[in-house]
C-alpha cells in the first residue's frame, strides 16, 4: 500500500480521532478509571507506561490482593472517602484498511477475501462499563459490560449487542513478618486465564486491541487454552499463593455451570442435559494450573512460568432443529495444554520497556463421533499443535509507544480442522508493528498494521480460498483506533 494513498485515504479518520482528543483534554485530568480513583495513584504507577493492560509490580499486587489497596471503605460503612463511583467506561473506535479487495466468486454471489470496499468505515466498535474495587477489607472485584456494534461483518449487526464480559471477585489476605510477606487468595471469574497478573496469556496480553471487521480472513489455530473457547461461558473457581514475592502457585477448576448463581457471571443461555444445545463447552470440569518465578531488582522485573490446562469440550449437538451449541450428547474431545511464559520490564520514567514470551503445546485426543466445539470434524484421532507468542513495548514519557508482536502456529496436519491447504496444514506465521500516542491519560491513538508471513503451511500463492489461489498476504490488515477510557 502506497504511504500517500493511505494518508489520502486516512485523512477521515484523522479527523474523527482528533474530535476525540479534544473531548478528552476538557475532561479532568485526575479523573481516572476505577481503580485509580480508588488508590490515587496515576495510571503510570499501576500500568507500564500508563497503557492498559500491561501491569507493574505494584499493579499485579493491587489485583493480587484482591482490588482492595486504597481508601476506600467498606461497603458496608455509610460514609467514603472517595468523591466518585466506582465506575469507568470505554469506548473503542476504529477504521480498518485492507490490503486485497479482489472478489474470488461469481458475480451473483461474491466471496470477497476482506470486503467489497477498501476499507470499512471508521465508526464505534465498543463500549463498555466498568465496576469493581475495594467491597471490604479483603474482598474486591473486577466487573465489565460490553456492548459491541460489530459481529465480524464489514457492516453493522443488527443493533448494539451487549452482555458481560471479564468479570471477576476476588478475596485475599496478605502476612508480612519480619522475613516472609505471603499473600493468599481465592477467586471466581468467567474467563480462564483472567487470573493471569504477568500479562502473558488471555485477555491482558499486550496486543489486546483487536480487528473488530475479520469478514472472509481465516483466522489462525489456536491452541483451546489460549483461543479461550469458552470465555464468559464457563466459569472458574481458584486458589493462589505468592510468597515473599518470588514464588507463585494457583491452581483452578472450569466448568460451565447449569444453574445457580454461578451462572450470573456467563452469557448466553446455560447448559441444558436436552436436546435443545447450550452455549457452554466446558461442561465437565477442567483443571488449570499455574507456576511461576518472579524477581524484582530496581526498575526491573522477571517472571518464568509454567501454564498448564486439560479441557474436555463438549463437541456441537447434531439435531439439525436444535442450535447448533455443545451440549451433554455431544461427543467430548480432550485438550492437553502444557506451556511456559516470561515477561521482563523495566520501569523507570521517562523509558518504559516491557517483554512478553509464551510457547504452549496441545495434544488433542479427538472424538471422531461429530463435530468438535468449532463445528469442525478432525481426521485425525490424535493432532498436535504449538501456539507461539511474543511482544516488545517500548514507551517514552508514557505517551509515545511502539509495539511489535508475533504470533505462529504448527503441529500436525488436519484437513478436517485446517482446510486452506490440500495438506491441512497449521502453520501460520503473522507479525504486528504498532505505535500508538497517549496525549492525555485518558485517550490512547494508535495505528496498527498485521501481516502473515505464511499461512496453511505456505508462503506464496498457494492458498485454496473460494476456489482461487491466494497468498497470506491478500489477508494483510491495518486498523486506526481511538481508545476513550475515564
Not at 492498559?52 to 458496608?76: C, E, H, V, W
Not at 432443529?321 to 455443545?326: I, R, V
Not at 495438506?423 to 495505528?447: C, E, K, L, M
Amino acid at each position: 500500500m502506497k504511504l500517500t494513498s493511505l494518508l489520502e485515504r486516512a485523512r477521515g479518520s484523522i479527523l474523527v480521532l482528533l474530535g476525540v482528543v479534544s473531548l478528552a483534554v476538557s475532561l479532568d485530568a485526575s479523573a481516572i478509571p476505577v481503580f485509580a480513583r480508588q488508590t490515587g495513584f496515576k495510571c503510570v504507577a499501576c500500568h507500564v507506561g500508563g497503557m492498559y493492560p500491561q501491569l507493574t509490580s505494584l499493579g499485579r499486587m493491587f489485583k493480587l490482593t484482591g482490588y482492595t489497596l486504597g481508601n476506600a471503605n467498606d461497603i458496608f460503612n455509610l460514609t467514603t472517602n472517595i468523591d466518585r463511583p466506582p465506575v469507568a467506561i470505554m469506548v473503542q473506535t476504529a477504521r480498518q484498511y485492507y490490503t486485497n479487495t479482489k472478489n474470488y466468486g461469481t458475480p451473483s454471489t461474491p466471496a470477497a477475501i476482506n470486503g467489497n470496499s477498501p476499507s470499512s468505515s471508521m465508526d464505534a466498535q465498543v463500549f463498555s462499563v466498568f465496576a469493581g474495587g475495594h467491597i471490604t477489607d479483603n474482598f474486591g472485584a473486577f466487573l465489565q459490560f460490553t456492548a459491541g456494534k460489530y459481529s465480524g461483518e464489514q457492516t453493522p449487526s443488527t443493533g448494539w449487542g451487549g452482555s458481560i464480559d471479564n468479570s471477576e471477585l476476588r478475596y485475599a489476605d496478605r502476612i508480612v513478618g519480619q522475613d516472609s510477606d505471603l499473600i493468599y487468595g481465592v477467586y471466581m471469574n468467567n474467563r480462564a486465564l483472567m487470573s493471569d497478573v504477568w500479562n502473558n496469556m488471555g485477555p491482558w496480553q499486550s496486543g489486546w486491541i483487536n480487528y473488530f471487521n475479520t469478514m472472509s480472513a481465516p483466522q489462525a489455530p489456536t491452541t483451546f487454552l489460549m483461543g479461550e473457547t469458552p470465555q464468559h461461558t464457563e466459569v472458574g473457581v481458584g486458589a493462589y499463593l505468592f510468597k515473599d514475592k518470588t514464588w507463585y502457585a494457583e491452581l483452578a477448576i472450569h466448568k460451565s455451570p447449569t444453574h445457580g448463581p454461578f451462572s450470573l457471571l456467563t452469557s448466553g443461555n446455560p447448559p441444558s442435559n436436552t436436546a435443545n444445545g447450550s452455549n457452554g463447552t466446558v461442561i465437565d470440569p477442567s483443571p488449570y494450573l499455574r507456576l511461576a518465578y518472579n524477581k524484582e531488582w530496581g526498575p526491573h522485573s522477571f517472571e518464568l512460568g509454567l501454564h498448564s490446562m486439560t479441557t474436555y469440550a463438549h463437541g456441537i449437538n447434531q439435531n439439525t432443529s436444535a442450535p447448533q451449541n455443545s451440549d451433554y450428547s455431544s461427543p467430548v474431545s480432550t485438550y492437553r495444554d502444557v506451556g511456559l511464559d516470561a515477561q521482563y520490564q523495566y520501569v523507570l520514567d521517562p523509558h518504559y520497556f516491557a517483554a512478553h514470551g509464551r510457547i504452549t503445546h496441545e495434544s488433542m485426543n479427538n472424538n471422531l463421533s461429530g463435530p468438535n466445539y468449532a463445528g469442525a470434524t478432525p481426521t485425525n484421532a490424535t493432532d498436535t499443535l504449538t501456539e507461539t507468542y511474543a511482544d516488545v513495548t517500548y514507551i517514552y514519557k508514557a505517551k509515545y509507544g511502539a509495539l511489535l508482536q508475533y504470533q505462529g502456529a504448527s503441529g500436525s496436519s488436519d484437513v478436517g480442522l485446517y482446510g486452506m491447504t490440500p495438506g491441512g496444514s497449521p502453520d501460520w506465521q503473522a507479525w504486528t508493528p504498532h505505535v500508538f500516542w497517549a496525549p492525555v491519560q485518558n485517550v490512547r491513538i494508535g495505528y496498527m498494521y498485521t501481516f502473515y508471513t505464511k499461512m496453511g503451511g505456505v508462503t506464496g500463492n498457494q492458498l485454496t480460498f473460494n476456489g482461487a489461489s491466494v497468498s497470506p498476504h491478500d489477508f494483510n490488515t491495518s486498523m486506526v483506533y481511538a481508545t476513550l477510557i475515564y
